[in-house]
């Protein structure tokens, strides 16, 4: 940390010696510190909520965001499958529900195993729903 911030040396000696679930903030200030270095402060703030969100499992301004629109619904609703796909979570429909079937697609934080769950139009209305695949790659998907 101290080769890659500009963080006075007595906060990173004292971070040093952080454990347990401090060693997870003392990570979280080196990400921002780092990110503000290469993308300047304002990209870093971003960042760092978008990381928020996605880690608490709450919809937010900054995330990556699909918008569907009634075109994309069938019969006013949409599976799954299709929802991976247009949000670019996943290649191909077969890629999609191998994800599904491996348990790596979570739903608002709730796991999905059934790679025919549907989606109403009411569910991506508002704040809409977060997919999160695997453990990094989220959209957040509305409906306009």
Do not use: C, Y
């Not at 709450?58 to 994309?72: I, Q, R």
């Amino acid at each position: 940390m101290r080769m890659l911030t500009f963080l006075p040396l007595e906060e990173i000696e004292a971070m040093e010696k952080w454990e347990d679930n401090k060693i997870n903030q003392a990570k979280e200030v080196l990400a921002f510190e780092l990110t503000k270095l290469v993308h300047g402060e304002e990209e870093a703030t971003k960042a760092q909520e978008s990381a928020r969100a996605l880690f608490s499992g709450t919809a937010h301004d900054n995330m990556p965001t699909t918008e569907l629109n009634d075109a994309d619904l069938t019969d006013g609703s949409i599976d799954i499958i299709s929802l991976l796909v247009k949000s670019g979570l996943a290649p191909t429909r077969s890629e999609g529900r191998r994800n599904v079937e491996q348990g790596g697609v979570t739903v608002d934080g709730e796991k999905v195993d059934d790679f025919k769950a549907t989606f109403k139009k009411d569910d991506l209305t508002g704040d809409g729903i977060v997919i999160k695949r695997g453990k990094k790659k989220f959209q957040k998907i509305v409906i306009k």
